[in-house]
């Protein structure tokens, strides 16, 4: 018997590996941060490698840093809210991280010093 396994998203997610920072308020009311790296991402949501993970329900606010492609000599810089859907702990080093779902984009021209 063989399961079939059904895709619940409804924008396509596109791999990119881009340098990403978030925070988040703690349940005490302070801000938290955290770095990590895209593992793909879309209009209405991404997944973060990181091995700082918001709890899930949280929301962040997500700051990602768009090089240039080769030859160019801008980048962009995308921020944005979500709501973190879903925190995956991996066994190796590398494979932690977390989803989230996005809430309107924000592309400006980014910099390269964060």
């Given at each position: 018997m063989f399961a079939v396994q059904t895709e619940l998203?409804?924008?396509?997610?596109?791999r990119l590996a881009?340098?990403?920072?978030?925070?988040?308020?703690?349940?005490?009311?302070g801000w938290l941060h955290g770095e990590g790296v895209t593992r793909d991402l879309s209009v209405g949501g991404a997944f973060l490698f990181s091995l700082t993970s918001p709890p899930v329900g949280a929301t962040i606010h997500l700051d990602v840093l768009l090089f240039p492609l080769e030859g160019g000599t801008r980048s962009l810089r995308l921020k944005t809210e979500g709501t973190v859907i879903r925190v995956e702990h991996g066994s190796d080093v590398g494979n932690e991280g977390f989803a989230v779902v996005l809430e309107g984009l924000n592309l400006g021209e980014g910099c390269n010093d964060q």
């Open positions: 998203r409804r924008r396509v997610r596109h881009a340098e990403a920072v978030f925070t988040w308020r703690s349940a005490e009311g």
